[in-house]
């Protein structure tokens, strides 16, 4: 009898590690950058431990992705510019353009960053669902960097992917604030790829670059019209694409909050964004993968709460 009881219990952990979500996180996430930076780094290391903390999520669900490997990279990016990356001798233009401190931390940064988006991605095809606490970085093209983005973590990932045969169909739903330009470039044209950008209209970058659909927001869309257009214009091409799998990129600078987004979304908007996103993709048996993307917000708690909403989101649903 007693026996028994052991194994159900152990049958029951055991179950129970299998339905958690996987959530990629790296003590490097968290760049070092100057005093008085605009760019909220801190939130890549106090996001798990809120997580933790509120019972969101358990210490064994993070895992330490590894550096994507150089072969990998370079289905997305150029020869040429990782070359410039590993000697450093990107020009003071190129640097800028990034907006980071150029260092062999910050290259080792975004490859680390895009072995966990590729890591979820294999996560996501096993258990429906894996989240990346960093990610997202859509600004990044092939040959260079900008918009505090490295590499491109989605397109290297979709581009495994596609490479190994292990995904025919992938569409990737952009609702960063700012149009995901560097991923719109790397696959425009593309039958096997469906890069799909909500954004602000009026916002970085100046220039956008033309996705296979872009859907442009006016300054100061709420919650009412913001999730009326998403409801519109995704199920149907969904539908129609019948992806195999779905990267999320989850920015959450389209808050009102937000000193760089302009729109006039509420936290929670973004959160029954994130909700309707994930209903939609475990009604359809569609695996997700997640990464965080940009928020700007001039508090910072604005930022964690926000960004915590799309996990706990994730949590409820699957």
Known sequence: MGLGIRESKNRDILQKQNRMIRIAFAPVYAYPLPAGH?????????????????????????????????????????????????????????????????????VERGRTIAGGTLASAYHALERGIGMNAAGGTHHAYRDRGEGFCVFNDIAIAA??????????????????????????????????????????????????????????????????????MLDTHLPPLLDTFQPDILFYQAGVDILDTDRLGRLAVSREGCRRRDTYVFEWCRRHRLPVVVTMGGGYSPKLTDILEAHANTFRAASAVF
Not at 43 to 62: H, I, M, R
Not at 162 to 177: K, N, P, S
Request: aromatic share 10%; net charge negative.
């Open 159 to 228: 581009s495994v992917l596609l490479a190994r045969g292990e995904v025919r169909r992938i569409f990737i739903l952009d609702l960063d604030v700012h149009q995901g330009n560097g991923t719109a470039s790397i696959f425009q044209g593309s039958e096997q790829v469906f890069t799909f950008s909500m954004h602000g209209e009026r916002n970085y970058p100046l220039r956008k670059e033309k996705s296979h659909l872009d859907i442009g927001l006016q300054d100061h869309t709420g919650d009412s019209e913001y999730l009326k």
């Open 38 to 106: 605009r760019f909220p780094m801190e939130k890549y290391s106090l996001l798990p431990q809120q997580l933790v903390y509120e019972g969101t999520a358990e210490e064994s669900q993070f895992y330490r992705p590894q550096p994507i490997s150089e072969d990998l990279l370079l289905l997305a990016h150029s020869a040429t510019y990782w070359q410039k990356l590993q000697e450093q001798t990107l020009s003071e233009k190129e640097v800028r353009a990034i907006g980071f401190p150029m260092s062999p931390l910050l």
